[in-house]
């Protein structure tokens, strides 16, 4: 995943993170938004379920 | 002519006076960040401290701390009398020879880092040593906190002289000596095998969990931890929000340890004159740490609370986010820390759960997030960082970090935690100095132990401080 085609850091003058220059940073993007997401829409669903349980 | 030239030495002088200048600057600016660290590492301490206090029932909350505050109090002398020696020492692994990049081995060790002879110059004030005392100063927080660690796991049952002990092994040898294989630019797992560790997920965090899981085996579960058939009752703590709290305030103190990491530029001692670099001397910024370390805290908090909705696992999973990101802060991309994170959010309870199944009480996880996770992000990072060089600098040629080379440091950091703690809990056992009576225990430790109260006021019972020691 180093972001260069030598293995030195003497070629690294910006960007040094993991796949930088390739679709890792925006899919990890993604990713991460997508966990955001859906974790609210679970967390939603379950509470719900659970609060409702004491309305009966 | 003449009166041109006077003034361009003029200018000559005061160029150089402001050069002067500015290098003072810096040298003060580097003693300061390191000076920084130390008090927000005590932080980490402070954390522990009510942490295991709130995670303790109210019969022993008072003891708990009291073995928190020795550990800290044994373990920073110690590593003065000889982890410091240590670390320096054996980089290269025995007998000590000298490694690569000429600041190691026990020749060097033993000209700067023992308190007598001419060694001693470096191990005291002096006015032309500006580096010496706040180095020694991180790294004898990383050895306290490393013991901290190991202080959760046991709490409620073990004696206390025997927990100094063990607190002592592992804060002033067992992870000094991870630290000189796998952190120091001449240690051989770095040299010959690419380790990266930058934030010391394997080399503190799992070496002190699994040191604790040695000494579990050994002492034993709490009474009443474990039914006649096997299963797992829950000993809940007596003040969960002061756990939650103190859980925050380790991760404040991370941000020092973090730093600590760090070396700065422009010294006679850095890797670079004009950038910030780890400790393999690879390239790091402050930012590097700020975009990964907020978002492994966030992927571990949202991980944790999808799995258990429970404030304690969600602040120990802050705390395992952190970790599982540790060894790549200064590589990864801050999208897939929070994705790492996250995954070691969502496992730590599971694997919490593997462990007591398996008769292990271990108080507040400790095992779990600093063990487990701690070698869960080592590995991480030789999946995601494969390819990177592993060093930079005067230690020459290196190889790159790989998954083979990181998996073989996560099994060289499991052995130098689990074996020492294993093997001087059990002697500690057979001498009959592990594990107060059942007497004790049922009773509560702080009857036994403490002469003051928690609490006073809750219950007749409770035991009174004396308003003088003859009364």
Redesign the interface.
């Known amino acids: 995943?180093?972001p260069y085609d030598k293995?030195?850091?003497e070629v690294?003058d910006g960007a040094?993170?993991?796949?930088?220059g390739g679709v890792?940073?925006g899919l990890?993007?993604l990713?991460?938004a997508g966990?955001?997401v859906a974790?609210l829409v679970?967390?939603q669903r379950s509470e719900s379920a659970k609060a409702r349980a004491f309305d009966k | 002519m003449e009166q041109q030239l006077a003034e361009l030495a003029a200018k000559v002088a005061e160029l150089e006076a402001a050069g002067g200048g500015a290098a003072i600057t810096n040298t003060m600016f580097a003693e300061t960040f390191y000076y920084v660290t130390i008090p927000l590492m005590i932080l980490i301490h402070a954390g522990f401290l009510a942490y295991e206090m709130g995670a303790s029932r109210l019969k022993n909350v008072l003891s708990s701390g009291v073995k928190n505050i020795l550990a800290f109090a044994f373990v920073i002398p110690t590593f003065y009398f000889f982890g410091w020696w240590v670390y320096w020492g054996f980089p290269t692994g025995l007998p000590g020879a000298p490694g690569p990049a000429g600041i190691s081995g026990v020749e060097y060790a033993n000209a700067i880092a023992w308190g007598w002879g001419q060694s001693a110059q470096y191990m005291g004030p002096n006015i032309a040593d500006q580096a010496s005392g706040v180095f020694f100063g991180a790294f004898a927080l990383f050895a306290a906190t490393t013991a901290s660690i190991m202080s959760g796991a046991v709490i409620e049952r073990i004696q206390t002289v025997a927990f100094i002990i063990l607190a002592v092994v592992l804060g002033s040898f067992a992870w000094v000596v991870a630290a000189a294989w796998g952190w120091h630019a001449d240690g051989w797992l770095v040299t010959d095998w690419g380790v990266h560790d930058f934030g010391a997920a394997g080399l503190v965090h799992a070496v002190a969990g699994f040191f604790a899981l040695g000494v579990l085996i050994n002492l034993g579960p709490r009474i009443g931890k474990f039914n006649a058939d096997g299963t797992a009752n829950h000993i809940p703590g007596h003040n969960m929000p002061l756990t939650v709290v103190g859980l925050m305030l380790i991760i404040v103190g991370f941000w020092g340890f973090l730093m600590a990491c760090v070396i700065v530029p422009g010294e006679a001692w850095s890797w670079f004159a004009d950038k910030p670099s780890t400790i393999y001397g690879t390239p790091i910024t402050l930012s590097a740490l700020s975009f990964n370390i907020l978002m492994a805290i966030a992927g571990g908090i949202i991980g944790a609370w999808i799995y258990t909705r429970d404030p304690f696992w969600m602040m120990s999973g802050a705390l395992a986010g952190i970790i599982s990101a540790a060894s790549g802060l200064d590589i990864y991309f801050p999208a897939l820390a929070f994705i790492v994170a996250f995954s070691a959010g969502v496992i730590l309870k599971p694997c919490a759960d593997w462990l007591e199944k398996r008769g292990i009480d271990d108080a507040v996880g400790a095992v779990t997030v600093h063990g487990t996770i701690g070698l869960y992000g080592v590995v991480m990072l030789g999946i995601w960082g494969s390819g990177y060089p592993a060093l930079q600098g005067a230690a020459g040629e290196a190889p790159t970090i790989s998954l083979m080379g990181q998996i073989i440091g996560a099994v060289v950091f499991f052995l130098l935690g689990f074996v020492p703690g294993y093997v001087c809990s059990f002697i500690l056992k057979m001498a009959g100095m592990l594990r107060v009576p059942e007497g004790a225990e049922l009773a509560g430790m702080d009857l036994v132990k403490v002469p003051a109260s928690g609490y006073p006021e809750w219950g007749g019972d409770a035991p009174v401080t004396p308003a003088h020691p003859a009364e």
Do not use: S
Not at chain 1, 16 to 20: E, L, R, S, T
């Open positions: 995943m180093f293995a030195t850091w690294v040094m993170f993991m796949g930088w890792l940073p990890a993007t990713i991460a966990i955001c974790v679970i967390g």
